[in-house]
């Protein structure tokens, strides 16, 4: 098992400019989330699905799309990348929705917003 | 405003002693709480979680007590070695009635970087 997988590692883009993050689990899991950390920050929870074709929004949504078409993919889009969404971004999943699952987090992709 | 709060942003502890790690809340809807383990330029990995009906969950070399009425809990780790070096997340859940009853998601506190001497 792969487990969790991200895609890029690290991305430079332009004020303005669009692009997607790439997240993928083998694990047959129904949750699947993004979080971003800022320094010195803890991880905020941008956007999560409790499974294929249901999406919801977390704490900092904004600036932000996703979709679930599959259980594997949950991929981010940033519509037009602003210097504030310099970050690290997670992509995590867990078997279900239970509070106090165990959730698995991808190595992360770091972004910088010029 | 922080719902859950890690004041002590670095601790530093000798190896073989005990690693004390302090994590406040103020949501009294919390109903998990997790502890997370990060090391740089990795994803957070799960250590330990307990839920608000316990007041102590033991797993090896590190337990995890909860006080509910002070809204705080804290990881201890017994005895610490230079592996545990990383920063710590404390991260709580709370069931939501957007998604069913199931967690939509978890709040992290800022992090304790732990360092072990040797």
């Known amino acids: 098992n792969a487990g969790v997988t991200q895609t890029p590692k690290f991305q430079v883009l332009k004020t303005g400019q669009s692009m997607t993050l790439q997240c993928a689990q083998d694990?047959?899991?129904?949750?699947m989330s993004w979080y971003r950390q800022d320094p010195g920050m803890g991880l905020r929870l941008i956007h999560y699905?409790?499974?294929?074709?249901?999406?919801d929004q977390g704490e900092v949504p904004n600036g932000y799309n996703v979709s679930r078409s599959t259980t594997e993919d949950f991929p981010l889009r940033l519509l037009s990348a602003a210097p504030s969404q310099t970050s690290v971004y997670f992509c995590?999943?867990?078997?279900?929705?239970?509070?106090?699952?165990?959730?698995?987090f991808g190595p992360g992709t770091r972004l910088t917003v010029l | 405003d922080q719902q859950v709060k890690q004041n002590s942003p670095s601790l530093s502890v000798q190896e073989g002693r005990i690693s004390i790690l302090n994590c406040d809340y103020t949501n009294s809807m919390f109903d998990y709480f997790l502890w997370y383990k990060k090391y740089p330029a990795e994803g957070p990995t799960f250590l330990i979680s307990i839920s608000s009906i316990k007041d102590k969950n033991e797993d090896g070399r590190f337990t995890v007590f909860l006080n509910k009425s002070a809204k705080h809990l804290s990881l201890h780790i017994v005895p610490s070695q230079p592996g545990d070096s990383a920063v710590y997340f404390c991260?709580?859940?709370?069931?939501?009635?957007?998604?069913?009853?199931?967690?939509?998601?978890?709040?992290f506190g800022k992090g304790t970087h732990l360092i072990i001497q040797p």
């Open positions: 991260a709580a859940s709370a069931r939501s009635m957007y998604s069913g009853g199931g967690a939509d998601g978890l709040t």
């Open positions: 699905s409790v499974g294929a074709g249901i999406t």
């Open positions: 694990m047959n899991h129904e949750y």
């Open positions: 995590a999943s867990s078997y279900s929705i239970s509070p106090g699952n165990e959730q698995f």
